[in-house]
């Protein structure tokens, strides 16, 4: 298993090391007096010092952390879909991505909460650049997705990472989370990339590639936030693009993301657990012999799941009447949620500048017009 040393997450055999390596780290002590605000150092200190494995870091600590946001930047997390899934039975759970830790955090809190099996998941090797956090990441049980490398690297990064996630899910009987393509979604516009379908079949051993996504149990999973709380911060890429400039980030950006993203107000968050492909499957087999085509419905199929299932809050009927100068669904916001968010609008962004304004407006109100694919009138 050395092939994977440079990917992977900590064995629990490394796991005390490693926090020994970190016990007196500022940064953790921040998210200790966060997460335990009436807890002495000391103690928090010795019962880190006691945990040996990825599984009692999660539960005693990570999950403790998790409440803490949800109870000081949330209105509360409201979830579905998770009765359909089967105890001590691992699933790969392809999911929309909002925000770099929560998405993934909030699952496996969920997930620990119904006694089933958490997750290996996912995160680019550009977020945890710093020594500390790269340490938290794989005492979280995070794997990393190697990035920036060149094609002929980028093929044998896929190729590791695919047999990676097989040998999670078909022999370690552990889940994983991966995001539907790469980085979060800026614009509202979820969307399975095929390229991501293309690395995760790299591992098969399946004559028929569809056969072994079925094996692997692939469960969409669709989360919103009432209010995205980088959604400020997701505005000079978008602004960079829309102006055909290339974009680069600023030192220490993505750290205050994930800053931002834990700590910046939320309001209600919703997690839906779809159901495994399977049928789905068997129709895209009998209705394509092509193995791209095949491909692309799969991501089709992922998609009709995270979008049907993908709960719209008042912030999104509000920006789409915004956007698009109507009241068409005025009956599904009071005036007072209305001031609010042109509020935090005139707040988060300069309103003088158009492409700013309809770029997070596009943000908000981009999941109304994907829904409106699947039903001709949203209803309350």
Not at 28 to 44: A, I, Q
Request: proline share 4%; with cysteine.
């Amino acid at each position: 298993m050395q092939k994977f040393d440079e990917i992977r997450p900590y064995y629990d055999s490394e796991i005390n090391k490693a926090i020994q390596k970190v016990l007196h780290h500022p940064m953790l002590k921040s998210l200790m007096n966060f997460s335990f605000p009436d807890v002495d150092d000391e103690v928090w200190k010795a019962q880190l010092l006691k945990t040996h494995s990825i599984r009692d870091f999660q539960c005693n600590f990570i999950y403790q952390s998790v409440q803490k946001v949800l109870e000081k930047s949330s209105e509360g997390l409201s979830t579905s879909g998770f009765e359909h899934l089967e105890p001590n039975t691992s699933y790969l759970f392809v999911s929309n991505h909002r925000d770099i830790l929560l998405d993934t955090t909030l699952l496996n809190a969920t997930l620990f909460e119904h006694d089933l099996v958490m997750t290996a998941s996912a995160i680019g090797d550009n977020l945890v650049k710093q020594p500390f956090l790269n340490v938290l990441a794989k005492l979280n049980r995070n794997f990393l997705v190697q990035r920036g490398l060149g094609p002929r690297e980028m093929l044998q990064s896929s190729k590791t990472l695919s047999e990676y996630i097989n040998q999670l899910l078909l022999h370690e009987n552990r889940s994983v989370w991966i995001a539907q393509r790469e980085g979060r979604t800026k614009d509202g516009n979820d969307a399975t990339n095929p390229g991501v379908l293309k690395m995760l079949g790299m591992a098969s051993d399946e004559q028929n590639l569809m056969d072994y996504f079925k094996k692997i149990k692939i469960v969409p999973v669709s989360i919103s936030y009432e209010y995205d709380p980088t959604d400020a911060l997701k505005m000079p890429q978008l602004l960079a693009e829309a102006n055909n400039e290339v974009y680069v980030k600023q030192e220490n950006e993505d750290f205050m993301t994930i800053l931002s993203g834990a700590l910046g107000p939320k309001k209600r968050i919703f997690i839906h657990i779809g159901k495994v492909l399977d049928t789905e499957i068997d129709t895209i087999i009998a209705e394509n012999d092509n193995v791209n085509k095949q491909i692309q419905a799969l991501a089709q199929a992922i998609d009709d799941s995270i979008l049907q299932s993908y709960k719209l809050w008042p912030t999104n009927y509000i920006a789409y009447d915004i956007l698009h100068k109507t009241d068409k669904y005025s009956h599904l916001y009071t005036e007072s949620e209305k001031a609010v968010f042109e509020r935090r609008l005139e707040k988060r962004i300069d309103a003088e500048n158009p492409i700013a304004l309809q770029g997070l407006l596009a943000m908000y109100a981009n999941p109304v017009v994907n829904k409106l694919k699947y039903t001709h009138e949203l209803k309350d």
